[in-house]
Structure formats: C-alpha cells, structure tokens
C-alpha cells in the first residue's frame, strides 16, 4: 500500500538558503503523444534519475541541481497517458511525472532515458500496456459517454472528497469509497502545498467553498477538479508568511489528515475509545525489537521484531519516525551501520515509554521514506526511495540506444503476495572479479545486471526482494547469509557465472546448485527448467554440492551457474545486455513458479 508520495520533503527555513552554484533550469520540455515520447532541455548539463511507481502508473524524472522557475504544471496529455506533471521536488530537484490513464501500465525495463546532448534528453515509454484487471460485475464505473455538454458535470471516481474538518491537530479531509492516493507537492518559495488526489471528485458545493484556519497558518484552502476525465482532483493550501510546512496521510478509516510539520515531538496517549488505524491485532505482551537494519541494496530500512505489533509512521519536521507498539528494546540493540551514500543521515532508537519505542529517521536530501509495511508478522520494512528504478545512462556515454529487451513469450506466473521475501545474491564484487573468461569478461559484472533484473522483475510481481549487493561492491559470505536469516527470507537465491580453463571453449551451459534439501533440489530443479525452456543454452544439470551460501542458509535455496565465461558459445552471450535480461527473466520465472 502506497498512498502518499512525498513531492517535497524539506521545507525548513534557513536550511537551504545557499543554491548550489551550479544549478540550471528546466528550460523547455516537449511530450509527442503519437510516440509516447517526452523531451526535455535544461541550461546546464543533468543526469537524472528515473522511477516507475504504481498505483496509478508513474514514471518520475528527477533532475538534480535544477529549478523550475514557476508552480506547478500540469498538462493533461489523453489517451493512455493522463498527464505530464512538472513540479519542484524540494530546493534543488526538478520532478517530471508522466501518469499513465487508469488501467494501463508499463515495463520499467523498456523505459528509455537517452540523452542527446548533456543538457538535452528522450524519455521514451515504449509500449503501454492495459493492467490485468480483475473481471468486473457489470459495466465498469464511469462509461461517460456525454463529454460534451454536461450542465453540471458529475465526476464518476472511485474516490469522492466530501468535507473538511479542523481539528486541534491540523486539518481532516473526508473523503467517501476507495481510500485515496495523495501527491504532495510544495511550491519552490513555499506559499504554497499542492495535494494531487489522481481518481477522486470533489463535491460540487466544496468546489465552491473557500476555507481559511490562520491559527495554522493557513491563509486559504481550495478545493478544485483538475480534470474530470480521468479524475484529478486537487486541494491546494496558500500558506501565511513563514507557516511551517505540511504533511498528509491517509486515514485507513477514510479521510486525509493534514499536519503541520515543525511541531514539538509529542506522542500522543492512545485513547481507547477512538480507534487509530492499526495494522496488526493489538498483542498482549511488548514485541521486542530486536533489529533495526539496513538491506546491503541500503534503500530499505528493516525492523525485525518476536511477534506482531501496531507500527506508524510519519514526519515530524526533518525526521521521519516509525512509532511501535506496544514495543520495547532488546538489550544492545542499535540502529544501522550507515554506509557514506547511505539514503538515510541518521538512524537513532529509542524507548519512549515502556510501551512505545520511535525510530527516528533523518533521510539525505530528497529521500523519501514511504509507508512502513508488514513483511511478514514479524518483519517491518520501510521503502527509502521510490520503486522500480529505470536505468538512466550518464550523459558522456555512447549516443547509441540499447538494444530493446522483447520479452518474448515469457508469461509470468503469479504468486500469493504479502509474505513472501526473495533474497537474490549476486556473487563476488568488488575486488573480487569471481572468474575470468574470454575477451577479460568478468563474473562479477555479468551476474550484477542479471540479479538486478530479477529483482526488478519480482518486485513488479509484488514479491518483497532483497539483494545483496547492488553495486560492484565485496560482500562476504557470511555477511550473505546472515542476511538472509535477518530478513527471515522465504527463499535464497545466488547468482553466479562459471568457468573452466581458456583452454576449453567446448564446455558451456547452465549448472543450478543445491544442497541436501528436497525443497532447494525443487527450487533449483524450477529455476533450472525455465533456463533451458527460456534459453539455447546447453544443460549441465541440476547438482548437489556444499557451497557456503547454501550450507549455512536455513531456508530453501540454490545457486545458478548462467554459463561459462570460458566457454565459446556463453561468453559471447553472456557479454551481451539483451541476453542477460533474457536470463534475467527466466530465472524470475523459475523462482515464480517454485513460489506459487
Ligand atoms: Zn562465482
């Protein structure tokens, strides 16, 4: 669940009054509707970063070190595409957000972000695709078949914004149906928030209503439907001079709560009578927390506790806190080893009352921390970016466009979501290379790629994944495993490359490993058969053998040999990027068919 995308993070005055000297502006942006292509040109040289989330389908282009010298734009596009929306992330990123129209989706893999020049780039969306929609009862909501002359134009979503309510706290929108999903926006000279609320209607008489609270510092509040067809609705807040900045959430009982950041830490006493939204059956003994880590990817903090228990999150000013109970400490329990480009700044525990414990967390610039989310009953985690990251070449490299992934016939089988968590282990890194084979290719940086895919690949099918590595980085065996066991994985996976001697391109093919479990020779025996039906690859057969990883990792897994980088027919494949996702994909499928 993923209701609130936080478009700005840091608001706090004082803080960022000094620009980086080198910050261009977003000059000019172009989207061509027939080829589901967006251009756009800044005045100084940008590498952006690009994400696809879900829900409704985003793909969002960050640029670094750029401005937007006006407020939020939002251009409606039509078709499969709902809207183009440009607005400014925090003081220094310029955010681009493609929405697709409701129903439709796309594969992270086949977005392309090109450059033309350093300060010129092509996001191309390659093909849109309709989401496999669960068979509806009856016509679905909203035929809409007059857009032409409607007198008063009643909006059909799934989401009605129907009041608005001060409370002592802040502000409560209410809302009726589904439970909104919420995008917040902050203007660049913050006199302003904008919440963007994609499939939802505002009640005509709200519409038509101003509201104001200056003890929160809030000059006015406007409600107003962007676009009827599709659905946007909007609730924009002018601040007062100097107002602090805000924070929404969604009530799991219906509803937006609007607070004001900067507020003094104060957690409230539960009353019994008003229930808070809770996410577990409250248990009668304290969880103990008895981890609180950061996955070796470093873009998901994982809180380990015994036994379920009610977790919260949200921002207080700078810092975002998960808030536990009823929870206490295990003994020498401490927060994360935060590595030098860790998402997060700062990570500090503490044991607020005997039955709350705060994890406060001081994410780096333009981090977002999403929603906490149950793994498992006894497994927290707690997204630090955004999802599904879309490969953005640098701007100095090669012109030329990567070859385009078809993913053939492959179809994907699905799973049962919610508890299952993957761990994919991309062998050796760093200074260590794993084998040499012909032309110099390295393992390690054939077996990255291919993990990261699969990964990529799980992650869409709403499989919790943890890698790892993600970077050309060394990670020991130990550290592998203990991983594994940390984040109580339903299943390990290690990707490798194998060799033999340069003097024997005759021996290639696919190896999978095992050892001793009848459920690890099942998951090697699945993710060995979709290789050799996915692949023209040679079969060297399912095998017993005691590798580390295997030995000491106490849930089901296996190891993948994806070929040799000595041999004459896999080096070559191997080498090539379409190839590798090819792999990629069939080892998904494997461990996908295994799960189900
Ligand atoms: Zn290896």
Do not use: C
């Amino acid at each position: 669940m993923r209701r609130v995308r936080w478009f700005i993070l840091s608001a706090f005055v004082g803080l960022f009054n000094a620009m980086p000297a080198e910050a261009g502006t977003l000059q000019s942006w172009q989207f061509d509707r027939s080829q589901n292509r967006l251009e756009f040109i800044t005045d100084e040289a940008v590498q952006p970063r690009a994400q696809l989330l879900p829900n409704p389908t985003r793909i969002v282009i960050d640029l670094p070190n750029t401005t937007l010298e006006r407020s939020l734009i939002t251009e409606p596009i039509g078709g499969q595409i709902r809207n183009l929306r440009i607005g400014q992330f925090d003081r220094t990123t310029t955010r681009l957000v493609v929405e697709l129209a409701p129903g439709f989706t796309l594969d992270p893999q086949q977005v392309k972000v090109s450059p033309i020049s350093l300060n010129h780039w092509v996001v191309e969306l390659a093909e849109v695709q309709p989401l496999p929609t669960a068979p509806t009862t009856g016509p679905t909501t909203g035929p809409t078949t007059s857009p032409t002359t409607a007198p008063t134009p009643t909006v059909t979503a799934a989401t009605r914004i129907t009041g608005l309510r001060e409370t002592p706290d802040g502000i409560f929108i209410r809302t009726s149906g589904a439970l909104p999903e919420v995008d917040l926006f902050q203007s660049l000279d913050r006199t302003a928030i904008e919440l963007d609320i994609p499939n939802a209607a505002i009640d005509p008489e709200l519409a038509t209503q101003t509201f104001t609270a200056p003890n929160l510092g809030l000059a006015q509040i406007v409600f107003s439907q962007v676009q009827a067809n599709p659905p946007l609705a909007r609730i924009r807040l002018e601040l007062e001079p100097d107002a602090p900045g805000w924070q929404a959430s969604v009530s799991n009982l219906g509803g937006i709560v609007l607070l004001p950041q900067r507020q003094p830490v104060a957690i409230q006493p539960r009353p019994t009578a008003q229930p808070q939204p809770t996410l577990a059956p409250t248990p009668q003994t304290p969880a103990q927390v008895q981890a609180v880590t950061l996955d070796v990817q470093g873009n998901q903090l994982l809180i380990q506790t015994d036994r379920p228990l009610n977790f919260q999150g949200q921002y207080r000013g700078q810092e975002y806190q998960v808030i536990l109970t009823p929870a206490q400490l295990a003994p020498n329990v401490q927060g994360p080893d935060l590595p030098a480009n860790s998402p997060l700044s700062r990570v500090r525990l503490r044991q607020e009352d005997p039955q709350t414990v705060v994890i406060l967390l001081e994410p780096a610039p333009s981090v977002g921390v999403d929603f906490p989310q149950a793994v498992n009953e006894r497994l927290i985690s707690l997204q630090l970016q955004g999802s599904s990251p879309i490969a953005v070449p640098p701007p100095s490299a090669n012109v030329t466009p990567p070859p385009t992934f078809d993913p053939g016939p492959v179809q994907l089988p699905t799973v049962p979501q919610g508890q299952i968590v993957v761990v994919i282990d991309p062998g050796h890194g760093g200074p260590d290379p794993g084998a040499i084979g012909i032309g110099g290719i390295q393992e390690k940086n054939i077996v990255l790629p291919i993990s990261l895919d699969v990964a990529a690949v799980l992650a869409q099918q709403g499989i919790q994944v943890v890698l790892t590595r993600q970077d050309d980085r060394d990670v020991g065996l130990e550290p592998r495993v203990q991983l594994a066991e940390q984040v109580d994985a339903t299943i390990f996976v290690s990707i490798h490359a194998n060799a033999i001697s340069l003097s024997r391109p005759d021996v290639n093919g696919v190896e999978t490993y095992y050892y001793s479990s009848r459920a690890g020779l099942a998951l090697a025996q699945s993710i060995h058969q979709s290789l050799l039906q996915n692949l023209p690859t040679r079969d060297r057969q399912v095998r017993e053998a005691r590798f580390y990883v295997l030995r000491r990792t106490s849930m089901p897994s296996a190891l993948v040999e994806v070929g040799f980088v000595t041999g004459v027919e896999d080096a070559p494949r191997l080498a090539d990027a379409n190839y590798r996702r090819q792999v990629a994909l069939a080892i998904a499928q494997g461990i996908l068919r295994y799960l189900q």
